[in-house]
């Protein structure tokens, strides 16, 4: 059963405003060691939107399971296949637990100057 959908969109140079600004202290905020370092290997205007990509994908999944978990909880990580999943750490599960969600669905997917994620819980 769906318990919540969510979506968000984001210009990709929204994040490389933020970045300019305020450099490692947004991406400590927002993403986590994992994600950060993960775009490390990437050219810069990839390694943008892979941040953009994540920045969505963790603004859906709050829309999907209405909010009570920090930006830094939100883990999205890649199978090698390249799909994305919300990681489970300790406080992502409590989180879902409290609202009887079993997981959540991502999907991220860019173009040009945009990024667009969806989350389905269930």
């Known amino acids: 059963m769906i318990k919540g959908i969510g979506i968000d969109i984001i210009r990709i140079r929204r ?3 933020a970045l300019a600004r305020w450099g490692k202290q947004f991406e400590e905020r927002v993403f986590t060691d994992k994600e950060i370092q993960s775009s490390y290997c990437l050219r810069k205007k ?3 939107a892979y941040l953009a990509g994540r920045f969505a994908a963790k603004e859906a999944i709050f ?9 830094r909880h939100i883990e999205i990580l890649a199978k090698e296949s390249g799909e994305p ?9 409590e ?3 409290e609202k009887n969600i079993r997981r959540v669905l991502i999907s991220i997917s860019h173009d040009n100057d945009y990024a667009i994620a969806q ?3 269930l």
Do not use: F
């Open 46 to 48: 990839a390694k943008l």
């Open 85 to 93: 999943y919300l990681a489970n750490n300790k406080k992502t599960k």
């Open 63 to 71: 829309k999907s399971i209405g909010g009570g978990i920090s930006w």
């Open 119 to 121: 989350a389905v819980a």
């Open 15 to 17: 994040i490389d405003e």
């Open 95 to 97: 989180a879902l637990d």
